[in-house]
């Protein structure tokens, strides 16, 4: 049996212009409405706590099966200069010592499919502890007008 990763994901502030407000991008309707969801073989959830930037929810997807990734991502339109803020948290059940898997997880932000930006990285041998993490981010600007997905 696979030992666990799971990178908990909160959208601080979707962006800085206001008006390009992802659709439910902090996860405050409680349900993964405007976002999808691909886990072919692990899991996701929308789950209640304090997440950064006040919100009261946060999207959660855990590891699956070995060189399969498991996603949650949003799309917003954004102008050039605007900014896609986020943070990730990384729960790791491997020991590090004894690192079996490498589970990653990542926020980042596309554009046609291209990473322009890594917002949280973190992964399970590389991370020095068994157990959960602190909440990291930050945030990413954007060099072009275009519809980003994160």
């Known amino acids: 049996m696979r030992k666990s990763a799971v990178v908990l994901v909160a959208l601080v502030a979707a962006v800085m212009a206001p008006a390009a407000l992802a659709d439910n991008g902090s996860f405050e309707s409680g349900d993964f409405s405007g976002w999808t969801v691909d886990t072919p073989s ?42 896609v803020s986020a943070a990730g948290l990384f729960y790791n059940a491997e020991v590090p010592e004894e690192c079996e898997y490498d589970d990653v997880a990542e926020v980042v932000v596309l554009l046609d499919g ?23 981010g930050g945030q990413v600007y954007v060099t072009q007008d275009g519809v980003y997905t994160v």
């Open 42 to 83: 692990g899991d996701a959830q929308v789950m209640p706590g304090g997440a950064p930037g006040g919100g009261s929810y946060f999207g959660g997807v855990t590891a699956g099966d070995e060189d399969e990734w498991q996603s949650i991502s949003t799309s917003v339109s954004l102008q050039a200069g605007d900014a």
């Open 114 to 136: 291209n990473v322009v930006g890594t917002i949280f990285n973190a992964n399970s041998c590389a991370s020095g502890f068994s157990g959960l993490g602190p909440w990291g």
